[in-house]
């Protein structure tokens, strides 16, 4: 699968050397960014590692198919690394993924999360990954878009090791957004299961806890999403699809 991958994401590339971010056109009422991480090293370990496939299909069919322009960005543009090990799992997305000629060139060629403008988008979402645990807290560009967003009326959003672009982020008026919010992000017993807790630079869920959230946590690897306002936080992968179908409904009711 992997192999297939490789050559399935450099034949995309051939074919889409004229695509820009650019030509997208949509108003940013039905624009929404899914952020992906630009980190491959998983701590010392001398293991690769990157995004979660499904915590970027699952949100990005369901806004597509409710008629939402989606782009994606990385922190540093260009090839935004896939955690291979999410193709041992099945899912009903991977053979959608690999034959998505669009989504696997705006994976190949994400954009800079530098060069986003906030006012393009009424809706950001941060994928998880381990990779996001790196190169997502101390992001200064998160703040800046995912602040401008919120203060305009849009949704900050987050599922997994994405929620760990909360820990930092502040809004305009100085305040972490997270304070005093409730949120759902990946467990410390999520953690221990995989065998990472030593390995990733901090526990998410006790950061988000000292950062002044109110952390919700569900079953380990069951769906669990919690909206608080404009907040809206997915525990884990199997919470990716629920999160994505929240922000659909409260971008229709608003």
Known sequence: MKNMMTIALLFVALLTTQLTHAKNTASNTDKILIVLTSHTELGNTGKKTGFWLPELTHPYYEFTEAGYTV????????????????????????EVFLNDAVLMAKVIRSIPLAEVNPEDYRAIMFAGGSGPMWDFPNNPDISRISAAIYDNQ?????????????????????????????????????????????????????????????????????????????????????????????????????
């Not at 820990?167 to 409730?182: A, F």
Request: hydrophobic share 40%; with cysteine; glycine share 8%.
């Open 71 to 94: 782009d994606v960005a990385s922190i540093s543009g260009g090839m935004a690394p896939v955690d291979s090990k999410a193709f041992k799992e099945e899912d009903e997305y991977h």
């Open 154 to 254: 849009g949704i900050v959003s987050a599922v997994c090791h994405g929620n760990a672009a909360l820990v930092n982020l502040t809004l305009s008026n100085g305040e972490l957004l997270v304070k005093g919010k409730r949120v759902s992000a990946f467990t410390n017993e999520e953690e221990a299961s995989l065998g990472t807790t030593e390995i990733v630079p901090f526990l998410l869920q006790d950061k988000l806890v000292e950062r002044g959230a109110i952390h919700v946590p569900g079953k380990a690897w069951a769906e669990n999403v919690v909206v608080d306002g404009r907040l809206v936080t997915g525990q884990n992968p199997a919470s990716a699809k629920e999160a994505a179908q929240r922000i659909i409904a409260m971008m229709k009711n608003s």
